[in-house]
Every structure is written in C-alpha cells, then in structure tokens.
C-alpha cells in the first residue's frame, strides 16, 4: 500500500506547487507546509544542513524572526562563518560594483553586506535599500537586493556579471566588458523605487522566464508606478511621492553614483560562508530584511530541475512585474 499512498501524495504535491505558482494557496500555508515536511527530513537526514537552512527561510519568510534566529544560528553552529583573509577583502574591494539610481530616486541605500563564497571565485554584494515603493506593508523596513561577480582569480579580472532582478537572474557579457574599462568596477543601473538592478546593453536583453523583453519590462513598471504602484493609498505611504512624476526619458536616466564601497569601509560587512541568509540575520543586520536566493546556481538549477520556464510560458508576465517582492 506504502507505494500507492507515496504515488498519491507525489501527484498531490505536484497539483499543490501549481497551486502555488498561480497564487491559488497563500504563501503563507505553503510555508507552514514547508517547515513540516523540513522538520521531517532533518530527523532522517540530521547532516543535511540545506534542510535546517531552507527551514530558517520559510520561518523567516513567515515573519516568525524566533524561530528562523533559532534555525539559522543551528546552521552556523555546525558550519561557521569564516574570517576574509586579506586577500578576499582586496578583490571585494577591487570588484566591488557601483550603482547608478535616477537623480529622482525616493530611498536611500541603508547598508552593504559583501559575501566571498568559501569555494568559489564568486562574490554576493547584498544591498538593502530603505524600502520598495511596492510593499509598505510587508514587515520588512528595507529593500534587499543582490548581485554576483564572478572572477578568474589567476588573472584577477571580473568573467561575470549578474543580478537578481524580480525573481530571475540576470547576466550580461558587456556588464564584464563595461568592467574591465572601468578599473574592474562594475555598472548597475537601478531601477527607481523598486531597486530592480540592470546590466549594460539592457535594452537587448530578455528575462530568462517569460522571455519578455527588459525594456518592455521597465516600460510597463514605469506606468504602474507612476499611477501610484501597489497600494497607492496605504497609510505607510503617505509621505512618499504619490507616484514617479517625470518622464520614461528620466525614469531609465541613470546618472547618480552611489558607491557601496563606502558602506563597506564604514561598516566592514564582510563575510565567507555558504549561508548568506544566516549570516546576514545573525551578524549584520538590526532590522527584518526578506531572504533571497544565496547564489546564483540557486536559480539555474531550479529552471533545470523544475522546468519553470515551461510552467511560466502561459503567463501574463505583469503580475510578477508589480507585485513581485523578489
């Protein structure tokens, strides 16, 4: 019977991730779900550390901060964050990228946190900006976003670029070109109030799940912000800007330069480890901050293994667009 009830209950779980994909089961109920199931698989598996992560992260999405501290100190117990040697700190310093936001943007980067991976050439920039013109309501006092830059560590030059916008990752080869002519600094373009992080030659680029163009992407962002973005009348919002009151022409003009290296010598977040998420809630960090992917193989091997672009093909890409917390 035990091979009927597993052939059952597989076809149920596959019947509730779509569910949840189309925004039928509330986030909430699948991470409750998630945290049971996690619960489970540690007692089988007590030296798999993803699981007692991934459980940190669905008790942190959740917004029960205790017990995802709990979890995410369990993690860095049994696999402790490691000391930069100097060399790690002279290449984040060295690659560290600079952004450029509109000369109307409504939110102050707050802070930097700079992550080396402790096997790889590969380095996390996390920044938290005050907060996204989308969610005044989400618990979480700041916008999180991330980027990644690959280095070829015989050379000491940058061999990619990427950055995690709305959900998908982005990586561009004349991101890596704009680099090396600037001193291996490289350029991201931010995206007014919500901080979604471009690359050079974006106009020509696509997102990797849809397939929609980015400069349709950011047409479409640009109007829905401007008509006041997701809960236009919130009370949290009452001393922002009603909406973004210029034109495309000044919404994509990114000419102001903010350079988290600064963030980065006034408070010296950095770090190698494997467990971003964990590092960041425990060591940095006095406020709520949303958990977002670690590492960018993270993503990749989710689109191999789950087929996300296929399950996405059908959809109106919008809906992620605006509403998207990613």
Sequence with gaps: MIDIYTSELRKAGEALLEQVRDGKVENKDYFHLGVELLEILQHTKPEQMEYVNMQAEYYHLDGNLRRAGEKYRRVLEIDPVQECTEEDIRRIKKFCPILMTTPKECFPLKDVV???????????????????????????????????????????????????????????????????????????????????????????????????????????????????????????????????????????????????????????????TKWVNASIFTQCLLYNFHPKMEWPDRFWTSLDENGIIQNLQNRKHSSYQVVSKE
């Design 114 to 272: 700079a992550i080396h991976h402790p096997t790889k050439p590969l380095i996390g920039y996390h920044l938290f900006w005050e907060d996204d013109y989308d969610f005044p309501d989400d618990y979480e006092p700041c916008d999180h976003e991330e980027l990644w830059i690959e280095y070829n560590p015989t050379q000491d030059v940058i061999t990619k670029v990427m950055t995690f916008f709305h959900s998908r990752v982005l990586e561009s080869t004349l991101a890596v070109e704009e680099a090396h002519e600037n001193g291996q600094r490289p350029i991201i373009r931010i995206e007014w109030g919500k901080h979604g992080s471009l690359l050079a030659g974006w106009k020509d680029m696509q997102e990797p799940l849809t397939r929609v163009s980015l400069e349709e992407w950011i047409t479409k962002t640009y109007e829905h912000v401007k008509a006041g973005g997701r809960v236009s009348t919130h009370p949290l919002k009452k001393y922002w800007p009603k909406g973004f009151d210029g034109t495309f022409a000044e919404y994509i003009d990114f000419s102001i330069s903010v350079d988290p290296l600064s963030f980065l010598k006034k408070k010296p977040y950095m770090f190698k």
